[in-house]
């Protein structure tokens, strides 16, 4: 007997009506004869409502006191689940991550899994129990209850199915696949029956948020089966291959936008080794992601240097480099926090070439003005203006003929 990983995002479990559907789809699991560990998500809405009355108290709430707060909309979700489970006539159980010593560390928001205890969910399916999990959460060494970071319930199920070498983890959300693009952004957007592990890694950390990057990463890691399927229709969805890539006939496979960019500009920076190591040293030690960076000539002694951190701490980035100003000489700074990054992504990019050049003329056509550029092996990055997602996105999967056909 097979143990399947059924994990349910928020708008799966957002209404009571929607928690009986997913009754429903894990009795059709289990009467295949399978052992079913769903994971959830809370109630759709239920994270953003916790987070935004610790907010009303505090703009920068306690991180622990956060977790605690935002890992109750999962209590909620599964303890319902359960209910509607045995009220069908079907044994099943649920539980916290605490109680399946999902242990993490203790960053709290952004925790990462070190270990999960099997020993209740095996005892449960071995007596013919449905295991309900909550996603998203986890629990340190000393006991605080902490949260893995927003999208985190994807990873919790991967991680759990990993733990009980499961034969499948399938992610149901609210569209039926993995996209050629977000389908609500450009409508044209075609369904992927497969898509490669490498491909839908750069996807999740390049905005695609149908899966969290840590689930990918950590599905690759331990070569966990992995699915994304709809909780609202049938079908197969679209499966994550390990397999090596296939040489691929188009050189883009997807294109993604990251939301919620800020960038800070830097000009005329004198001693520039040093200050630059100096500022990225104080942005790591605030725990400041960097993500792209362009370092520019500006004169044979100075530079100019852009990079881009996540809009939410623009300010605390803003504080950092004025303090840095105080001490080494900069001619102005500057900064933008209304961007957004797009990606174009594909495996082809390895064997075909100007895939950079065809993205910036149909941009420039388009009259999208690009603030930076980053290049990786299987992707080119832009970084534009908030207002314009949607058309760079859509001119985008046109120019790459990713477009469904009609
Ligand atoms: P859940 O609550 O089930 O975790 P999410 O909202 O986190 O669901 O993720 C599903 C959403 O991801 C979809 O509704 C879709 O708008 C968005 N999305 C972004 N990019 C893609 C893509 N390439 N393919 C499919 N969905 C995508
Ligand atoms: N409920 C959490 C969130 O909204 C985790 C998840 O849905 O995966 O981010
Ligand atoms: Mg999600």
New binding site residues.
Partial sequence: MAIIVQK?????VGSLKRIEAVAEQIIKTKNQGHQVVAVL?AM?GDTNRLLNLAKQLDANPSPRELDMLLASGEQVSISLLAIALIKRGYSAVSLLAAQIGLKTNNRFNKARILDIDTTRMLTELQQGHIVIVAGFQGCDDEGNITTLGR?G??TSAVAIATALHAKECQI????D????????VDAT?KKLDHITFDEMLE?ASA????LQNRAVEYAGKHKMPLRVLSSFSDGSGTKIEFSEQSVASHPVS?I?AHQDEAMLSLVGIAEHGRVIAMLFNELANADIEVDMIVQTALSAEKINLNFTVHRNVYQQAQLIVAGLNNVVQIDALSGNDRLVKISAIGNGMRSHTGVAASMLSALYDAGIEVYLISTAEIKISVLVKQQDLTSAVQVLHTKFELNAKK
Avoid: I
């Fill in positions: 349910f995002g928020g708008t799966s998500s759709s999208g319930s994807d149901y959300t609210d569209v696949g993995v996209y050629t693009t977000d389908p609500r957007a996807m905005g695609a948020k149908v997807a993604t």
